[in-house]
């Protein structure tokens, strides 16, 4: 009888024990599966989140088309940006030129004219110095030699004109996109002999 009671106990304590072995073992795994749970939630969370920020994103972006819009019309009126430089006029398309020659006589030098925005009322002028600011600028008086209504892109203006000198004594004019006038000396560089170009 001892023996049975042995054999009962003992029995009775490894059921107890596997039952709490598999107690235990189901709390693990409701565990794991409410981690898991909460991982997915929240990186749906986190996707949503994600999917909301893109939202925000592609709202702005939406508008893009007024933002370009602006931006056309910012440029429309942004300074216009005249090049001066040695006309090759073997070069040049001659059906898109025109060439003028402002003096008779003396080392004539073919300078071309070309704009990136067409400007209005382009002249180019005869400088006559007169004196320096207190700054130390040059100021010159002026007087318009040739004229034109438009300086338009792709259309060029070969000038042939007399550099006389250290001191400028050609200039061009034009009023701007923005409505202002432009007015600048023309001069070359004691160093190569390259165009400078200066505002006044």
């Known amino acids: 009888m001892k023996n049975i009671s042995k054999i009962l106990i003992t029995s009775a304590v490894c059921v107890s024990f596997i039952l709490s072995a598999a ?8 565990t794991t599966e409410a981690s898991t749970s909460e991982t997915t939630t929240t990186a749906t969370t986190a996707a949503e989140s994600s999917s909301e920020s893109s939202k925000d994103t592609e709202g702005p972006a939406g508008k893009g088309a007024d933002n370009t819009d602006a931006s056309s019309a910012s440029s429309a009126s942004s300074p216009a940006k005249i090049t001066v430089e040695y006309a090759d006029e073997d070069k040049l398309d001659k059906d898109n030129t025109v060439s003028i020659s402002l003096v008779n006589e003396g080392q004539l030098t073919s300078v071309l004219f070309t704009t990136d925005t067409e400007v209005k009322d382009f002249k180019i ?3 006559e110095f007169t004196n320096v600011d207190d ?3 040059p100021q010159y008086k002026y007087e318009t030699v040739y004229s034109q209504p438009a300086l338009t ?7 042939q004109i007399l550099f006389a000198g250290d001191i400028p004594n050609n200039g061009f004019a034009y009023t701007d996109t923005d409505g202002s006038l432009k007015i600048f000396a023309l001069g070359l560089s004691g160093e190569d002999g390259s165009i400078v170009v200066t505002e006044i």
């Open 153 to 159: 892109p792709g259309s060029n203006l070969v000038a």
């Open 23 to 30: 107690g235990c073992s189901g709390k693990t795994e409701a």
């Open 125 to 127: 002028l005869s400088l």
């Open 135 to 137: 700054n130390g600028n």
